[in-house]
């Protein structure tokens, strides 16, 4: 399965930025999408998650409070908007599709069970 994600870029300190994942295979549309990141020199770390119909998001610690995760079943999309942006934001931001069929709030917490990855894309924050 191939995720493509958009939308990184450069952004203030205090900003908003969002980055998309979208894909053209629809039997990905059975399953739930993570968001995650990993900043130089640090180990790969859930952002969000949403379950496969798009109606239970998930929210780590990381960005908790500042990040909505949405679902376009129709657009074969997922999006991540982040607010009040930090310096220590910025990190390679990674859409992955869960390895459960009809993934649910179990499934989508569960960072090993995601196993399709897109190719990432640069978030910098500025401070």
């Known amino acids: 399965a191939q995720l493509v994600e958009s939308g990184g870029g450069l952004v203030q300190a205090g900003g908003s930025l969002r980055v998309s994942c979208t894909w053209s295979?629809?039997?990905?549309?059975?399953?739930?999408i993570g968001w995650f990141r990993q900043a130089p020199g640090k180990e790969r770390e859930l952002v969000a998650a949403?379950?496969?119909?798009?109606?239970?998001?998930y929210y780590t610690n990381a960005m908790k409070g500042r990040a909505a995760i949405s679902r376009d079943t129709e657009k074969n999309t997922v999006t991540l908007r982040m607010n009040s942006l930090r310096p220590e934001d910025t990190a390679v931001y990674y859409c992955a599709a869960n390895s459960i069929p009809y993934s649910g709030s179990s499934a989508i917490r569960d960072t090993a069970k995601y196993n399709s990855w897109g190719q990432g894309t640069q978030v910098t924050v500025s401070s």
């Open positions: 295979e629809n039997t990905l549309n059975t399953y739930g």
């Open positions: 949403i379950s496969w119909s798009g109606s239970v998001p």
